[in-house]
């Protein structure tokens, strides 16, 4: 599909750090549309303007995308076209944008997308994982109890798994994955793709929970965690744990038997408590 198409919303990948990853068409794109909708016009006006681009902007975030989803919709229906951006990478990839394309469905609104630069399958084709089959989670909670309830569920997952994280909870929630699915689970750290200090650290959930631990400056920027998902040798580290926890219960309690059985198996400490 090529521009010019009327009243049609516009879904446009923007550089998820390098400037030169912004696609010839999506900067043709921005050009020629009547608005652009963008997460935070303060960080992607810089960019616009780089490229000389001087489309209109409005701001669409997640705390006004109500009322800004009307102010689009009004524009899509008297045949203007809009673009939805976001701050980096492809929109609603854990961005806002969902009820503003979900609205301009419902009213029969054309949607295309401008595809581009997305921070999860940039750090999924550098990983070195299983790429055949993922499964993409985006942020995990916030909060310690929350985030392993969730791990648990995902515990038993064949399929490598996709996580951002935010720079103040990569370290806990590294400690969480260790214990829930387990310290010798591979995962790679992909930090500040295609900028200055861009980083893919390869390692063990142990290694790595380590190592971040005692290099503050990796905590820093964006990060995607790219975890191996639940195979064979997981399934029969559990097993091997369940059985040497069995025993050790029958002189310990339950947290110091769950802690002792995974050091001895690799298995995961938190499953080995919760059976």
């Not at 995902?154 to 103040?168: K, N």
């Amino acid at each position: 599909m090529s521009f010019p198409v009327s009243g049609c919303l516009w879904v446009v990948a923007t550089p998820i750090g390098n400037r030169h990853d912004f696609s010839a068409r999506a900067i043709d794109t921005l050009r020629q549309v009547a608005l652009v909708a963008a997460e935070d016009t303060r960080h992607s006006r810089p960019l616009l303007r780089y490229y000389q681009i001087a489309t209109p902007l409005i701001a669409l975030h997640e705390h006004n995308e109500q009322e800004a989803v009307k102010t689009v919709l009004c524009r899509l229906q008297a045949g203007a076209s809009v673009a939805l951006i976001c701050d980096a990478g492809t929109p609603l990839i854990s961005d806002p944008g969902f009820r503003l394309l979900r609205a301009a469905r419902t009213a029969g609104m054309r949607c295309a997308p401008v595809p581009g630069a997305c921070a999860a399958i940039a750090a999924l084709s550098v990983a070195g994982l299983p790429s055949d089959r993922f499964v993409f989670e985006g942020f995990l909670p916030p909060k310690s109890a929350a985030r392993r309830a969730r791990l648990r569920v995902l515990m038993r997952e064949p399929r490598t798994l996709i996580f951002y994280e935010s720079a103040h909870r990569l370290a806990e929630s590294l400690r969480d994955m260790c214990d829930v699915l387990g310290r010798q689970r591979d995962v790679v750290l992909a930090r500040e793709l295609t900028k200055l200090f861009e980083t893919v650290l390869s390692n063990s959930l142990e290694g790595l929970a380590a190592h971040i631990g005692s290099n503050p400056q990796q905590q820093r920027g964006e990060h995607v965690l790219v975890v191996a998902g639940c195979g064979d040798e997981v399934d029969a580290k559990l097993t091997e744990g369940k059985r040497v926890f069995v025993l050790l219960r029958e002189a310990l309690p339950p947290g110091k038997a769950a802690r002792l059985a995974a050091a001895i198996t690799g298995a995961p400490r938190r499953a080995l408590y919760d059976a």
